[in-house]
Nanobody, 116 residues
Framework: QVQLVESGGGLVQPGGSLRLSCAAS????????MGWYRQAPGNERELAAS???????NYADSVKGRFTVSRDNAKNTVYLQMNSLKPEDTAVYYC??????????WGQGTQVTVSS
């Protein structure tokens, strides 16, 4: 089996920064795309950012220029650096990874709250 464990959420003021981490563990052969979705209260889950194993990235229009997704393949970890945070970024953030042989798995979610 494989699993994902997230860390780094919390409360931050508008304009502030947070860095989320998500580490994969278990019987890992290879991880293809990794990334982050988010879900605000009353909204559907939406893709925030993703990154392929080769480093190609994709961002939602709402986070472009403010968020940066990266990964460390040796550590099986994906990161989300979030700068210039806005109240509308408040959501539960879920990491995901596409594991060879297991398919897509999700992290448990971490709360990000942007408020003064």
């Amino acid at each position: 089996q494989v699993q994902l464990v997230e860390s780094g959420g919390g409360l931050v003021q508008p304009g502030g920064s947070l860095r989320l981490s998500c580490a994969a563990s278990g019987n890992i052969f290879r991880i293809d795309t990794m990334g982050w979705y988010r879900q605000a209260p009353g909204n559907e889950r939406e893709l925030a950012a993703s990154i392929t194993r080769e480093g190609m990235t994709n961002y939602a229009d709402s986070v472009k220029g403010r968020f940066t997704v990266s990964r460390d393949n040796a550590k099986n970890t994906v990161y989300l650096q979030m700068n210039s945070l806005k109240p509308e970024d408040t959501a539960v953030y879920y990491c995901y990874a596409n594991f060879y042989g297991f398919g897509v798995r999700w992290g448990q979610g971490t709360q990000v709250t942007v408020s003064s």
